[in-house]
């Protein structure tokens, strides 16, 4: 990836942080993921993933950077990093009702090759149980190809189960189909245990799985002739900071 696209997806993560005039929370992380057998790269993948998130008068932002590794003989040379900055800007609170915020959502997709643009509306929900729950609706601007429309919903539930502290989350991306692209789906979860007591450490640590499902993975089912599913169960340590 070029270092213009890592400086420039820094300085809007910096830019967006110091221009707000309260930050509500603030959480980074990193995870590390091992899964096998995938589809599309026909290899075994390690995957180290940097995320930031915080919450500000202003809106919201998201960003995260995937470093990935292919790990079978034939592709052990193969990496790859992936990018997406994802600022939204509040234009209501509603706070104590079913819909809490309303958002202008946007998200820039930076890939080795490629750079796609999204905007459009999201939402964040009241809900019992849940420690977030939103969903966003984008006009896709493709760089390779014709533009789309996305949905993500995006949510995080806690739970205890016999004294033991649980977190399920994760996202669900679809993508409508184009002249020259099938439509896609990605729903990936996670579904961690909180370890951090028994380390005994002053970070909170995770252990879990990530499970992916994807279909149609990179939208390449229609060039290609075949659709491309995608199942794969991850191991994952996450150490947030």
Known sequence: MKFTKIALATAMTVAAGTASAETYFYDNSLTALYGQSYEVIESDQAVVTFEHYSANSWGDIFVFA???MSTGDENQDQTE????????????DFDAGFVKNV???TTWEMSENNDDFLIGLGTDFNIPGFQ????????RLNDDGDNNYQTTTVWGVPFAIAGQNFKFDGFWDWAT???DRAATSNFTYQLKWDATSVLGTNNKVYVGIEHATWNNKFAIEHSSGFDTKENVVSALVKVHF
């Open 66 to 68: 995937d470093r990935l």
């Open 81 to 92: 990093t992936y990018i997406e900055v994802a600022p939204r800007f509040k234009v209501s």
């Open 103 to 105: 958002y202008i959502a």
């Open 132 to 139: 977030n729950l939103s969903f966003n609706a984008y006009q």
């Open 177 to 179: 189909a184009t002249d």
